[in-house]
Every structure is written in C-alpha cells, then in structure tokens.
C-alpha cells in the first residue's frame, strides 16, 4: 500500500514538474479579440496610422471566426490602413493572428513583426491569397494561396537568436508550414534589433479596400 502510494505520489510530482517547465516554456504576453471595443470605434490600445484606418465591426458586417466583434482596416489614396501595437520585447516569440480579405473589396495585406517602425520579419498576402514572405527583406514569389471569403488563422515564429522566422497556418486543427528549410531570415538591414511591435495593414488603393483581422496573440518562448 505505501509502495503504491509512493508511486503515485513520484507520478504527481513529475506531472506537476512538467507542467511547470511547460508553462515557463511559454508566456502569453497580450491577446485581443477585440470583445471589449465598441463597435464603430478604433480599437483600445492600438495605434492606427491615420483616423478612419481601424474600426471595430460586428457580425453585421463580416462574419465573426470568435465571439462577436473583428476590426476592420480601411486604406486610402495615400496611406495604407494599419494598426500597430507595441508588445515590449519579444526575442523568441509567436504571433497569432486571424485575417480575412472580402473577395469584393480585397486588398493586399501585411503582417509584420517590427523594432518601432522597421519591419524585421513579415509576410505579404495578395489581394487573391497568395502568400509571400519577406525573406531577408526581400519579397518572395507566391508560396501558398489562402482563398478570398474565408478566415485564416496565421501563426509567425521567430528567433532573434539565429535571426529565423517561419509561417504557418492552420486549418482543421492542424499546423501547416508555409516556410520551407531553413526558414525565412530577419531583414538584415536591421541586425540587433529585437522585435517588440506588431503591425496589420491593407495597401493604399485609388479606390477604399478593406480587410479584417481578430484574435491577435503573442507568445514569448
């Protein structure tokens, strides 16, 4: 009896260790759903590049992936639309991030890991879908489509250390890599400089475009 006791309690400790370096492995450093904004304001805590440029929005206006409310970027003839968040920093790390392009007002978008203002890592999706990374600063070809009219989670890792960073989405609870080797490289230009801002945008047009994004997460790791 105390044998067996012995050994549940051996079980208990080494469950309760790796519980514990698993959540030291892994720290949530901010997440929004913007469930706590008020529709037709900017959202709380973000910085957009120009007013008019974010916008929270309901499920009256585009399909909610979680909960109830989105925000909606909106460009302009001179500027893209973008909101930009400063997270502290980040040097081993993983954003999250859903997005969706309305094929009747679709738009290039960005999202990027930045210092302040310089983007160190960060993917391009077209208008269409087509993802591109800017690997070492430097846009790449088209690597995967993510189609019009739908949600996509996007996940970006990053390693400051070895100045690496790879793409992913996910679809039907499975993590897909869009990277491919080695990785994507930070922009060089930047070396030294650690990451602590993220940012979304949807490109400057003649004509208003638009994009949504939800459920924004960072990780440190």
Same mark, same amino acid.
């Given at each position: 009896?105390?044998?067996?006791?012995?050994?549940?309690?051996? #079980?208990?400790?080494?469950?309760?260790?790796?519980?514990?370096?698993?959540?030291?492995?892994?720290?949530?450093?901010?997440?929004?759903?913007? @469930?706590?904004?008020?529709?037709?304001?900017?959202?709380?805590?973000?910085?957009? +590049?120009?007013?008019?440029?974010?916008?929270?929005?309901?499920? &009256?206006?585009?399909?909610?992936?979680?909960?109830?409310?989105?925000?909606?970027?909106?460009?302009?003839?001179?500027?893209?639309? @973008?909101?930009? $968040?400063?997270?502290?920093?980040? $040097?081993?790390?993983?954003?999250?991030?859903?997005?969706?392009?309305?094929?009747?007002?679709?738009?290039?978008?960005?999202?990027?890991?930045?210092?302040?203002? &310089?983007?160190?890592?960060?993917?391009?999706?077209?208008?269409?879908? +087509?993802?591109?990374?800017? &690997?070492?600063?430097?846009?790449?070809?088209?690597? $995967?489509?993510?189609?019009?009219?739908?949600?996509?989670?996007?996940?970006?890792?990053?390693?400051?250390?070895?100045?690496?960073?790879?793409?992913?989405?996910?679809?039907?609870?499975?993590?897909?890599?869009?990277?491919?080797?080695?990785?994507?490289?930070?922009?060089?230009?930047?070396?030294?400089?650690?990451?602590?801002?993220?940012?979304?945008?949807?490109?400057?047009?003649?004509?208003?475009?638009?994009?949504?994004?939800?459920? #924004?997460? #960072?990780?440190?790791?």
């Amino acid at each position: 009896m105390k044998r067996a006791m012995l050994l549940t309690s051996v #079980v208990f400790t080494i469950v309760l260790c790796i519980a514990a370096v698993c959540s030291a492995a892994e720290t949530l450093v901010m997440a929004d759903s913007f @469930e706590g904004d008020t529709a037709g304001k900017p959202p709380a805590g973000w910085v957009p +590049n120009f007013d008019g440029a974010a916008t929270v929005v309901g499920a &009256d206006t585009v399909s909610i992936p979680d909960g109830k409310m989105a925000v909606r970027l909106l460009n302009s003839t001179s500027a893209n639309g @973008e909101i930009e $968040k400063n997270v502290g920093e980040v $040097k081993k790390g993983r954003l999250v991030v859903w997005f969706y392009q309305p094929s009747s007002s679709r738009e290039n978008i960005n999202i990027e890991v930045r210092n302040g203002k &310089d983007r160190l890592i960060g993917v391009f999706v077209t208008g269409s879908g +087509n993802v591109r990374l800017r &690997d070492a600063g430097v846009q790449s070809g088209n690597i $995967k489509n993510l189609p019009n009219d739908r949600w996509h989670e996007f996940v970006m890792e990053w390693d400051f250390d070895t100045q690496i960073f790879r793409v992913f989405h996910i679809e039907g609870g499975q993590k897909i890599e869009i990277t491919s080797g080695d990785g994507a490289k930070f922009d060089p230009q930047f070396e030294g400089k650690i990451p602590d801002t993220i940012a979304m945008n949807v490109s400057k047009r003649e004509e208003p475009k638009e994009a949504f994004f939800d459920n #924004v997460q #960072v990780f440190s790791f």
